[in-house]
């Protein structure tokens, strides 16, 4: 058991008998919760419920550290087959978020292991945060900061901006997130937007006053591109040389999806050339990102470092949501956001479950 470390006062026992596990990067060198909501009072909220700290952490997570828990949920760390070699207990993985390009599925099918994801919780941040880009970057925010701090008051005249309105924005992934940026931008008077999705129908994008259109279409017409699609075998390497030589020299790329949907080097020569206007990036394609990206050197690249639509609100819904599943697998229902439903059905899973309830009912 010295994989963890249990959360509570002086490494008491938090109360429960479903060992949830929590990965060590929602935590300081010293354990202190990073975030809200992610610490002691989980106990108090979910006393059913024996929160676990993982006391390192791994880029990938090792065998050792799965061991005699119930139940994880995982920040940054990638899951694979390995990590769960000797999960003989598991019965849960909830992913912190909604991408889980960092989470073999298919592995943890094989293992009888849910897997989860926070559907929903993210949409409104990351579509407020994609709009604070939009703005940021038509009005050159950034540089007009530097002009001030740099008492450079007379050169405010080169960085004239432009509005939204009138602009046409083209959204690469219609899912919650793309959806919800479209209904936070109505009053900014912007064109109909262009939605390129193979997954949505093109009535549905009617029925929110969108068009649905080629990618090839969107990169053309686009004043705005916003990828919002999860990172697939069929996304990596979307927005490469060719995709980007189609935009038009005034149009904004802005990613707030996965790094590997863009080629960085493409990219990078793109605006090297000035061949776009600029672009925004909270993801990239190897993180972290140390040293400071190559692509610090445009003023006209705003960039995050995978946390543009981090807010107190934002953890607070995904770690309800994310031990949610824990709650709804203890009460005998499907977890929200479940992404291998079959594996409820197998008896090994099944076996484990009822194990679980049999401790609880002690």
């Given at each position: 058991?010295?994989a963890?470390?249990?959360l509570?006062?002086d490494?008491?026992?938090?109360?429960?008998?479903f060992?949830l596990?929590?990965?060590?990067?929602f935590?300081?060198a010293?354990?202190e919760?990073r975030y809200r909501e992610?610490g002691e009072?989980?106990a108090?909220?979910?006393?059913?419920i024996?929160?676990?700290?993982?006391?390192?952490?791994?880029?990938?997570?090792q065998?050792?550290?799965?061991?005699g828990?119930?139940?994880?949920v995982?920040?940054t760390p990638?899951?694979?087959?390995?990590?769960?070699e000797?999960?003989s207990?598991?019965?849960?993985l909830a992913r912190?978020?909604?991408?889980?390009?960092?989470v073999?599925?298919?592995a943890c099918?094989?293992?009888?292991v849910?897997?989860?994801?926070?559907?929903?919780?993210?949409?409104?941040p990351?579509?407020?945060a994609?709009?604070a880009?939009l703005?940021?970057l038509?009005?050159h925010i950034?540089?007009?900061?530097?002009?001030?701090r740099?008492?450079?008051w007379d050169?405010?005249?080169?960085y004239?901006?432009i509005e939204l309105?009138?602009?046409t924005l083209?959204?690469?992934?219609f899912?919650?997130?793309?959806?919800r940026?479209?209904?936070l931008?109505?009053?900014?008077?912007?064109?109909?937007?262009?939605?390129f999705?193979p997954f949505?129908?093109a009535e549905?994008v009617a029925a929110?006053?969108?068009r649905?259109?080629?990618?090839d279409?969107?990169?053309?017409?686009?004043d705005?591109?916003?990828l919002h699609?999860?990172?697939s075998?069929a996304t990596r390497g979307l927005?490469?040389?060719?995709q980007?030589?189609r935009?038009k020299?005034n149009?904004?790329?802005?990613?707030?999806a996965?790094?590997?949907i863009v080629d960085?080097d493409?990219l990078?020569?793109?605006l090297?050339?000035?061949?776009i206007a600029?672009?925004?990036?909270?993801?990239?394609?190897v993180?972290?990102?140390v040293p400071?990206?190559?692509?610090?050197e445009?003023?006209?690249v705003?960039l995050?470092?995978?946390a543009i639509?981090?807010?107190?609100e934002?953890?607070?819904?995904i770690?309800?949501?994310?031990?949610?599943?824990?709650v709804e697998l203890?009460?005998?229902?499907?977890?929200?956001g479940?992404?291998?439903?079959?594996?409820?059905e197998?008896?090994e899973?099944q076996?484990?479950?009822r194990?679980?309830m049999?401790?609880n009912a002690?």
């Amino acid at each position: 058991m010295d994989a963890y470390v249990r959360l509570g006062v002086d490494g008491k026992r938090s109360g429960g008998r479903f060992r949830l596990g929590l990965t060590a990067d929602f935590f300081t060198a010293t354990g202190e919760p990073r975030y809200r909501e992610m610490g002691e009072q989980l106990a108090t909220a979910y006393p059913h419920i024996e929160f676990v700290r993982l006391n390192r952490h791994e880029p990938e997570i090792q065998p050792e550290q799965l061991v005699g828990l119930h139940g994880i949920v995982v920040l940054t760390p990638r899951v694979t087959a390995r990590s769960l070699e000797q999960a003989s207990d598991l019965i849960l993985l909830a992913r912190f978020g909604v991408g889980y390009d960092s989470v073999d599925v298919a592995a943890c099918t094989a293992r009888h292991v849910a897997v989860t994801i926070t559907a929903g919780a993210v949409d409104r941040p990351v579509a407020e945060a994609t709009i604070a880009w939009l703005l940021a970057l038509t009005h050159h925010i950034r540089m007009k900061d530097r002009l001030v701090r740099e008492g450079r008051w007379d050169d405010r005249s080169r960085y004239m901006g432009i509005e939204l309105r009138g602009r046409t924005l083209g959204i690469v992934g219609f899912g919650g997130i793309g959806r919800r940026v479209l209904e936070l931008l109505r009053g900014f008077d912007m064109n109909p937007a262009l939605v390129f999705d193979p997954f949505v129908t093109a009535e549905q994008v009617a029925a929110l006053g969108a068009r649905s259109v080629t990618l090839d279409e969107l990169l053309r017409e686009a004043d705005f591109v916003s990828l919002h699609c999860p990172l697939s075998a069929a996304t990596r390497g979307l927005i490469g040389a060719e995709q980007l030589s189609r935009m038009k020299t005034n149009a904004f790329l802005i990613n707030t999806a996965r790094g590997g949907i863009v080629d960085e080097d493409a990219l990078y020569t793109a605006l090297a050339e000035r061949r776009i206007a600029g672009a925004a990036l909270d993801c990239f394609d190897v993180e972290p990102v140390v040293p400071p990206s190559r692509f610090a050197e445009f003023d006209n690249v705003l960039l995050a470092p995978h946390a543009i639509a981090w807010t107190e609100e934002l953890f607070r819904d995904i770690g309800r949501m994310a031990i949610g599943g824990a709650v709804e697998l203890l009460a005998n229902r499907r977890p929200h956001g479940l992404l291998n439903p079959a594996v409820l059905e197998h008896a090994e899973f099944q076996s484990r479950w009822r194990s679980v309830m049999s401790a609880n009912a002690e």
